[in-house]
Nanobody, 126 residues
């Protein structure tokens, strides 16, 4: 079973950047499209970004489009989320997940993802 571990979260000021990493163990990510989700305090977990197995197709939530970039390095068995121009409303716990539903490109719904990391906290101050 694939195990995922996020890193790179922390405290940032509005306008700054952070880069999240997601490392896999116990299996290869090359079999899965990958996604990032986030959950803010008192809110439901929401889709942020996803990337196809090949890396050629990506998708983003409207709230992060143009500011966040998802990428993957299949040789390193890792996925990344570059977050630029951070806003206080980006404050959340960020999770990476593996899409196990067999989507041709990637899923945008939680129930399409079976493997999840523990999450990393991102806090953006104004």
């Amino acid at each position: 079973q694939v195990q995922l571990a996020e890193s790179g979260g922390g405290l940032a000021q509005a306008g700054e950047s952070l880069r999240l990493s997601c490392a896999a163990s116990g299996g290869t990510l090359t079999n899965y499209a990958m996604g990032w989700f986030r959950q803010a305090p008192g809110k439901e977990r929401e889709f942020v970004a996803a990337i196809s197995i090949s890396g050629r197709s990506t998708g983003y939530a409207d709230s992060v489009k143009g500011r966040f970039t998802i990428s993957r390095d299949n040789a390193r068995n890792a996925v990344y989320l570059q977050m630029n121009s951070l806003k206080p409303e980006d404050t959340a716990v960020y999770y990476c997940a593996a899409d196990t539903s067999g989507n041709y490109y990637y899923g945008v719904n939680e129930d399409e993802y079976a493997y999840w990391g523990q999450g990393t906290q991102v806090t953006v101050s104004s």
